[in-house]
């Protein structure tokens, strides 16, 4: 909006209704070049834009914030001059983002943002700016982490050549620099908002959601998810004097609760994972497809794990990209091919490694080889009744020899017996199947109350 | 994370391997189009939820194993493979 009477009117009206996204919209970049180049030269100041001088600058907008409704309705001089650096540093912004299409200069954008958020971050410290305001903090973040990865992107286009002939040259530290410090900034907002200590309905403890889902972000993208850990917590020790989570916007819960469960799955934590993840899909929009996605890219291996379930082919059925990602491995799993797992996990390894589902899928092997053993099992059928009306009863002793065939199938190499009793014996202490093994003799012989506990046999 | 770095006494070391190192890194660092979408919108009604577009969650997930479909190829291989262990034993 250009610096003039339409600016200071709806930063008027805002203040008049504490409407902190209608004034955060004050100060978004998120404009074509166009509107951002003549809010640029919209200021009003003698002698024009082209050779204004900071103070004179300062002091139209100071007069322009004197000037509108916000006086009447209480804003404080303190705080009229903590506004006149955010908008000062969101003027000189617009000057850069309405040519960076053109220079590329995504650094000096990110510098330039940088000096609003702080900008911001000392009105909240020492300009008594209020609560209702933190969604200005939100526009500020979103988009210093934008700018940031667009001048990371930027330097290692250009820079890549030059430095890869440097001794010390770091790249991984290179690719991330101006990240890495966005994630320090908003490191700084998240501490403003936990640490206020006004009561509840008027704290910037209501931004902490949306800050911590945007250092998340950061920090998977930084590979840092040590630092994600470290943010939650810190929220867990903060809990009993913040707002109830579920009073956030649904939007905010969904990533938040995304993000917690990816971190519980990253540390083989699967049944926390799985708690998160459930939430997350169920108070996702359902239009939004991509994070339904993404969501279920980890709570389908967390099932695997915790309750040894498989997606149906209704659940799967709009995510061509996720059916072509689990499909192959859930029905060697349900047919207990055991060679041709392997094959599917092979065959995936670099999407499974890339979404870091690799080692967690490889645990379901444990599952398509219990289905194995409870074919061989269901094949084996039953006793003979000794007595008539006598409830059959299935063949619970086995040969070593018949599991070992069925591991074999498929499969060039054949398995020893030693090999497959080993096998078997895992699948024993994980409590997979229920029953001993017979060395002199054998054979293994299977619990008659439920030799594959949880399947009804 | 291990970046590996060159020793310093030999500087030209690090050129003998230009094509393993990036591929490594592209292994650890995730895809641009892997991040959490925003949504559109900041909240919404109950009724325009997940859970509320699956009144049956039970449909969604199912059991591991397969009792039904014991003709299919895999399962007819395998009925063939325990009859040639059985013989095999019987002859003994």
Redesign the interface.
């Known amino acids: 909006m250009e610096f003039g009477p339409a600016l200071y009117h709806e930063f008027g009206e805002a203040w008049k209704t504490q409407d902190g996204y209608r004034l955060a919209k004050t100060i978004s970049p998120d404009l074509p070049p166009g509107q951002l180049s003549s809010i640029f030269q919209s200021i009003n100041i003698a002698g024009g834009w082209k050779s204004a001088r900071d103070d004179d600058v300062k002091a139209a907008i100071k007069r322009g914030l004197s000037s509108s409704s916000a006086r009447s309705d209480g804003i404080g001089q303190k705080e009229i001059k903590g506004w006149v650096e955010v908008y000062f540093a969101y003027w000189q912004a617009t000057g850069i983002l309405a040519e960076v299409q053109q220079t590329s200069s995504w650094t000096n954008a990110y510098e330039q943002w940088k000096v609003l958020i702080n900008a911001l971050i000392q009105g909240y410290n020492g300009h008594e700016f209020e609560a209702w305001t933190i969604p200005c903090l939100y526009v500020a973040g ?1 988009h210093l982490r934008l700018f940031a990865m667009k001048a990371d992107e930027n330097t290692s286009v250009n820079d890549n050549s030059a430095a890869a002939f440097q ?1 010390d040259f ?4 290179q690719k991330h620099q101006k990240l890495e410090d966005c994630a320090r900034v908003l490191n700084r907002v998240f501490s403003l908002c936990l640490s206020d200590r006004a009561p509840l309905e008027e704290s910037r403890k209501w931004g902490l959601y949306y800050i911590i889902n945007l250092l998340f ?1 950061t920090y ?2 930084l ?1 840092a998810t040590g630092l994600s850990k470290n943010v939650l917590r810190i929220l867990t020790a903060g809990r009993g004097d913040m707002p109830d989570f579920h009073t956030f ?4 819960q ?2 938040f609760k ?2 917690e469960g990816v971190l519980c799955f990253l540390e083989e934590n699967y049944a926390e994972a799985e708690k998160h993840l459930t939430e997350a ?8 497809m ?3 996605e ?1 969501i279920l890219t980890y709570l389908i291996p967390c ?2 794990i915790t ?6 082919e ?2 799967l059925e709009p995510y061509p990209r996720l059916q072509k990602l689990f499909l192959p491995l859930c029905q060697c ?5 055991l060679h041709k797992f392997d094959l599917a996990l092979q065959e995936a390894e ?1 999407e499974f ?4 589902i690799y080692l967690t899928l490889e645990r379901g092997r444990d ?1 398509a080889l ?2 194995l053993l ?3 099992f ?3 059928g039953f006793e003979p009744v000794a007595k008539e009306g006598d409830k059959p009863v299935r063949r619970t002793r086995v ?1 070593v ?2 599991f070992a ?2 591991i074999s ?2 499969s060039e190499e054949k398995v020893d017996n030693d090999e497959v009793e080993c096998l078997l014996a895992n699948m024993i202490y994980k409590g997979l199947v229920k029953g001993y093994i017979s060395r002199e003799r054998s054979i293994v012989v299977l619990s008659k109350s439920g030799a594959f506990p949880g ?2 046999v | 994370m291990a970046t590996s770095k060159a020793p310093s006494a030999d500087p030209k070391s690090s050129s003998d391997l230009p094509a393993e190192q990036p591929q490594q890194q592209k292994q650890q660092t995730l895809e641009e189009d892997d991040e959490f979408e925003d949504f559109p919108v900041d909240d919404w009604q109950a009724d325009d939820t997940e859970a509320t577009q699956n009144q049956q969650p039970q449909h969604l997930w199912e059991e591991s194993w397969d009792d039904d479909d014991t003709t299919d190829d895999f399962s007819n291989q395998l009925k063939e493979e325990l009859k040639k262990v059985e013989a095999s034993k019987n002859k003994r």
Request: charged share 35%.
């Open positions: 979103k001794d770091d790249p991984e530290l972000k998977f993208k590979n916007p649904k939007s905010q969904v990533t995304y993000h899909w169920n108070t996702c929009h359902k239009d939004a991509r994070n339904k993404l099932h695997l309750t040894h379930t498989l997606p149906t209704k659940l799993i349900k047919k207990g091919e670099d490694v890339k979404r870091r599952i219990r289905n409870r074919k061989v269901i094949a084996g040969p020899a018949e065939a069925a199938l498929g399947t009804g």
